[in-house]
């Protein structure tokens, strides 16, 4: 009875517009007010309890640290000088700005590892100068908008900071494990762009003379050093993702303060309030999935979905298919944090049990539920860049459905290929 009332508040706060931390912050807290007139009340002091343990994390201190390194490099104006060299780059090519779209978004994501924050930062560039070269806006949109989902796949992405901790698994080896699908999904989204603006006739850019493009491509590789020095010293054992995330804070603390002089007291510390909101969002969402994962355990929610699902198949690739369909419908309705949280413990035990990597299972976690950020009705990269351009929100996604059918494709590929994600950790980490 108490998992009928989760479920169902749950989706009634959701749907009702209320913010996810405070939807199942709230569906927790009434469930277990009802748990008092059942035969096992619940005592509230759980509620607290819990709050307190689902952050009390070592791990999860990068949380904070990494959206902070990822607002000064963007303060600093290291966005521009990646979309400078991405355009330097392939500009010129067919495909133009909407290919420097989805270049500039594998290059930025290194930064901030969260999609909705790439394709704000990309968008506000790109999409106005798109705009100007005749592009229709709405596609402009929709290229910025699913060019950012491969963001949580390159480290330091949050999505496997939490997962990590959430679980229990090697955050290094999860960095390392985004790597290729990332590139993939980088190539396949440039080829497919390239075709529609070869089909369009869409503009390009000029071309530029080797020394121009040299001095973008030069501008734009000091704030790669950050994300490289991340993932090498997790890799290397030199540092945990914390002291990682300490480091690279003070990397582009030096880097926009000294190198480019663009930040000053006054807009680190606008830096710091900026991270200061965004970080107590996701914390708030992690501790309250902590309290909402307790009562789906007490309720033995994880039996009856193991129970149910083995019921259907005990074949992996039965398994993996239910779990991508799961995936694939919580996405439509809710933030992927949430959704990792209170089901990762629960499908790792069984998945792990049948030989699937938990590893495996996390990249394919994490790039199921950005397919999410691309569909209505939550679909938040798509509000996002409908915002940025001032359109419609379904002329976006109408312009974004090439895009998804090439993501699903994709996500069929790297769910039953697993070596695209298992490769490189156990060619630099050992098996």
């Known amino acids: 009875m108490i998992l009928i009332v989760l479920v169902v508040l749950l989706i009634v706060f959701i749907l009702s517009g209320m913010e996810v931390a405070w939807a199942i912050g709230l569906t927790a807290f009434i469930c277990i007010f009802l ?32 959206i902070f390194a990822g607002e000064l490099l963007t303060f600093s104006g290291a966005t521009r000088r990646l979309v400078d060299m991405a355009s330097a780059l392939v500009g010129h090519f067919n495909g133009g700005l909407a290919n420097v779209a989805v270049t500039a978004n594998f290059v930025v994501s ?39 989902t491969v963001g949580p ?52 850019e000029p071309k530029l003379a080797w020394r121009p ?34 480091i690279a804070v003070l990397y582009t603390l030096l880097l926009g303060g000294l190198v480019y002089r663009t930040l000053g007291v006054r807009q680190i510390i606008d830096c710091a309030a900026r991270s200061a909101l965004v970080a107590t969002a996701v914390m708030l969402t992690v501790a309250t999935s902590q309290i909402f994962s307790a009562l789906v355990v007490q309720e033995q929610f994880g039996a009856m979905l193991t129970d149910g699902m083995l019921a259907v198949s005990h074949r992996p690739w039965a398994l993996l298919m239910m779990v991508n369909l799961i995936l694939l419908v919580l996405g439509m309705f809710m933030e992927p944090l949430p959704i990792v949280l209170v089901l990762a413990p629960l499908l790792m035990p069984l998945m792990q049990s ?8 996390g990249v394919v976690m ?45 996500l069929v590929v790297i769910t039953y290929v697993p070596w695209l994600s298992l490769f490189l950790p156990n060619l630099v980490m050992g098996r």
């Not at 924050?117 to 100068?129: H, M, N, Q, R, Y």
């Open 153 to 204: 796949l390159v480290p330091p992405s949050l999505l496997f900071i939490v997962l990590g901790a959430a679980v229990n698994l090697s955050v290094g080896r999860l960095f390392l494990a985004g790597i290729l699908p990332a590139f993939i999904l980088f190539l396949s989204m440039y080829a497919l762009t390239w075709q529609i603006a070869k089909r369009r006739g869409l503009a390009r």
């Open 213 to 246: 493009r040299l001095a973008a491509v030069l501008r734009g590789l000091p704030p790669l050093a950050a994300p490289a020095f991340v993932v090498a010293s997790m890799v290397l054992g030199i540092a945990t993702p914390t002291e990682a995330a300490a």
């Open 110 to 148: 290194g930064m901030t590892g969260s999609a909705m924050a790439d394709a704000a930062a990309t968008g506000v560039v790109l999409v106005p100068e798109m705009a100007r070269r005749n592009y229709p806006v709405a596609y402009a949109c929709a290229v910025v908008a699913c060019a950012a």
């Open 366 to 410: 994490v790039l199921n539920l950005m397919v999410g950020l691309v569909h209505p009705p939550v679909g938040m990269n798509l509000f996002v860049m409908s915002a940025i351009g001032r359109v419609e929100l379904m002329s976006v996604f109408f312009e974004a459905i090439p895009y998804i059918v090439l993501l699903l494709v994709l």
């Open 35 to 66: 748990s008092q007139f059942t035969d096992t009340p619940l005592a509230f002091v759980i509620f607290a309890h819990e709050m307190t343990e689902g952050i009390n994390s070592f791990t999860l201190l990068s949380v904070p640290l990494f």
């Open 354 to 361: 049948v030989g699937v990597d938990p590893v495996h299972l």
